[in-house]
């Protein structure tokens, strides 16, 4: 099994600039997760997906940010201008979703470093 | 609403000393708990879990007991080793109708593990 994929694993760019990052999550899994990661803030949940629905996004920082998942194999975070204060690394995992025990368990990936400058 | 406190760090120990990470919860109901470990340039990857009260998970000579009556769940290790460095977080669910639940992380506690 491969596990989590994400893409790009180091992103640079300048301000006002749009960021896209991808994930491709484990194959039969039902629910998909989007992190942030920062010193100041630590690890915040920023969207779920069950089935591929957005279920709670109350963690989306503000317009700027959208994320999407058409099928279940893969899904993206925009950041739409980005800002310097975006600028930290990006986590997407993956879990089941169906099962008693199992289906809490997540697979994270190795997550996307983003700089914006 | 439901959250996990840690303890601070970063927690500096030396190799085959023991090992213990505090971890404790606020949650409404009956949440799962878990520990996760994340290794230098890494995503996080699950340590072990308890799904109810005085479950003890345990891997990798890592353990921690659910318990209910001090709301904790706290880690340790006997004898730790180098390769034992990371970051710990601390984690529960947060209940949703159908499919998997949400986590609530704690805030990492950095252990460093000298020679």
């Known amino acids: 099994d491969a596990g989590v994929i994400q893409s790009p694993r180091h992103e640079v760019t300048e301000m006002g600039q749009e960021v896209t990052l991808r994930c491709k999550p484990i194959?039969?899994?039902?629910?998909l997760f989007w992190y942030r990661q920062t010193m100041m803030r630590g690890l915040e949940l920023l969207i779920y997906?069950?089935?591929?629905?957005?279920?709670?996004d109350s963690g989306m920082p503000e317009d700027r940010f959208s994320a999407k998942m058409p099928n279940a194999s893969f899904s993206t975070l925009k950041i739409q201008p980005s800002e310097p204060r975006d600028s930290a690394v990006y986590f997407c995992?993956?879990?089941?979703?169906?099962?008693?025990?199992?289906?809490?368990?997540?697979?994270f990936g190795a997550g996307t470093r983003l700089s914006v400058l | 609403g439901d959250s996990v406190t840690q303890m601070e760090g970063p927690v500096t120990l030396s190799e085959e000393a023991f090992l213990t990470i505090n971890c404790t919860y606020t949650?409404?109901?009956?949440?799962?708990l878990f520990w996760y470990v994340q290794y230098p340039g890494e995503g996080l990857q699950l340590l072990l879990k308890?799904?109810?009260?005085?479950d003890k998970g345990s891997n990798k000579g890592f353990e921690a007991t659910y318990r209910k009556e001090t709301t904790s769940f706290h880690l340790e290790k006997g004898s730790v080793q180098v390769s034992d460095s990371a970051v710990y977080f601390c984690?529960?669910?947060?209940?949703?109708?159908?499919?998997?639940?949400?986590?609530?992380f704690g805030q990492g506690t950095r252990l460093t593990i000298n020679p």
């Open positions: 949650a409404t109901g009956y949440p799962s």
């Open positions: 997906f069950n089935n591929n629905v957005p279920i709670d």
């Open positions: 984690a529960l669910t947060i209940g949703s109708i159908q499919g998997a639940q949400k986590l609530v």
């Open positions: 995992a993956s879990s089941p979703g169906t099962g008693s025990i199992a289906k809490n368990i997540q697979y």
């Open positions: 194959s039969g899994h039902n629910s």
């Open positions: 308890a799904t109810k009260a005085d």
